[in-house]
């Protein structure tokens, strides 16, 4: 069964939001990955998005892209990946860790068999940014079958008919987009973000995580006070980013970021 249902159910009982960090595999450098991802554990992260290199991210910003490039040069595959998920989980057991990505490199697998691969490795949802719902059944059948959340993304655009569909074939929780753009964001509008999350709940009982826009420990706490989970990535890969050329340091300054964004969730 996949982790996540039970990891926020236990969060809600404690009146506590779900921190939810992500960074690309493979940045700076694919060797690096798995002490990150212990790294944001440490940090207090409840679960981890772990993006999928790809050569064009449609839904990224310039910090996430640059990720990917980085990754991509030292040959970073969806079966590294799961490779590395597998290598996490030798000593993580609890720590739900979802998949995102885009669907050209899941195709070119086969979907049966990066299901397989990713029940294996330990993976516990999927998120497919360009997966149109219309077109997830049989994928997400696959999923469920071997206990996997196929997770989707709603935008502040997103219609009725879509908020339904969409809470018709997700599972593990729904990923707000809280800015018209893409990641990296800055213009968060909390009290939009609030009316939006209010529309969906009417429609579905999963837990609403937003993301994009998330920078500080200010801003995590602000949305905080309305989503169930607050989704971390570019302000984590920009750390990455700027002190690539020193990998060793790396795991305890985004501890160290995540740490005051807990800090800050959890007093508010």
Same mark, same amino acid.
């Given at each position: 069964?996949?982790?996540?249902?039970? @990891?926020?159910?236990?969060?809600?009982?404690?009146?506590?939001?779900?921190?939810?960090?992500?960074?690309? !595999?493979?940045?700076?450098?694919?060797?690096?990955?798995?002490?990150?991802?212990?790294?944001?554990? *440490?940090?207090? !992260?409840?679960?981890?998005?772990?993006?999928?290199? $790809?050569?064009?991210?449609?839904?990224?910003?310039?910090? /996430?892209?640059?990720?990917?490039?980085?990754?991509?040069?030292?040959?970073?595959?969806?079966?590294? @990946?799961?490779?590395?998920?597998?290598? $996490?989980?030798?000593?993580? !057991?609890?720590?739900? @860790?979802?998949?995102?990505?885009?669907?050209?490199?899941?195709?070119?697998?086969?979907?049966?068999? $990066?299901?397989?691969?990713?029940?294996?490795?330990?993976?516990?949802?999927?998120?497919?940014?360009?997966?149109?719902? *219309?077109?997830?059944?049989?994928?997400?059948?696959?999923?469920?079958?071997?206990?996997?959340?196929?997770? $989707?993304?709603?935008?502040?655009?997103?219609?009725? *008919?879509?908020?339904?569909?969409?809470?018709?074939?997700?599972?593990?929780?729904? #990923? #707000?987009?809280? @800015?018209?753009?893409?990641?990296?964001?800055?213009?968060?509008?909390?009290?939009?973000? !609030?009316?939006?999350? *209010?529309?969906?709940?009417? #429609?579905?009982?999963?837990?609403?995580?937003?993301?994009?826009? /998330?920078?500080?420990?200010?801003?995590?706490?602000?949305?905080?006070?309305?989503?169930?989970?607050?989704?971390?990535?570019?302000?984590?890969?920009?750390?990455?980013?700027?002190?690539?050329?020193?990998?060793?340091?790396?795991?305890?300054?985004?501890?160290?970021?995540?740490?005051?964004?807990?800090?800050?969730?959890?007093?508010?």
């Amino acid at each position: 069964m996949s982790r996540i249902p039970a @990891v926020l159910s236990q969060l809600k009982q404690q009146g506590r939001k779900a921190l939810i960090p992500f960074i690309t !595999a493979g940045d700076p450098h694919p060797r690096e990955t798995v002490s990150l991802m212990h790294a944001l554990v *440490e940090g207090g !992260a409840d679960i981890i998005e772990l993006g999928v290199p $790809f050569s064009d991210p449609m839904a990224d910003g310039p910090v /996430i892209q640059l990720a990917c490039e980085r990754a991509l040069v030292h040959g970073t595959s969806l079966r590294q @990946v799961l490779q590395i998920v597998a290598e $996490f989980r030798r000593s993580n !057991a609890q720590t739900p @860790v979802v998949l995102m990505g885009y669907l050209n490199p899941i195709e070119h697998m086969g979907e049966i068999a $990066f299901a397989d691969a990713a029940q294996a490795a330990g993976v516990d949802g999927v998120l497919v940014v360009d997966l149109a719902v *219309e077109e997830s059944a049989s994928f997400a059948a696959e999923l469920r079958h071997r206990e996997l959340d196929l997770i $989707f993304l709603l935008a502040p655009t997103s219609p009725v *008919e879509r908020i339904r569909a969409v809470a018709s074939q997700a599972g593990g929780y729904l #990923y #707000y987009v809280s @800015v018209k753009g893409v990641t990296g964001a800055a213009n968060l509008d909390v009290e939009s973000v !609030a009316r939006k999350l *209010e529309e969906i709940r009417g #429609y579905t009982d999963l837990p609403l995580a937003v993301g994009f826009g /998330i920078r500080d420990a200010s801003s995590a706490a602000r949305v905080g006070r309305v989503a169930d989970g607050v989704i971390v990535g570019s302000a984590l890969v920009g750390e990455i980013e700027k002190h690539q050329a020193a990998p060793q340091h790396l795991p305890g300054l985004l501890k160290d970021k995540l740490m005051s964004m807990r800090m800050a969730l959890d007093a508010s």
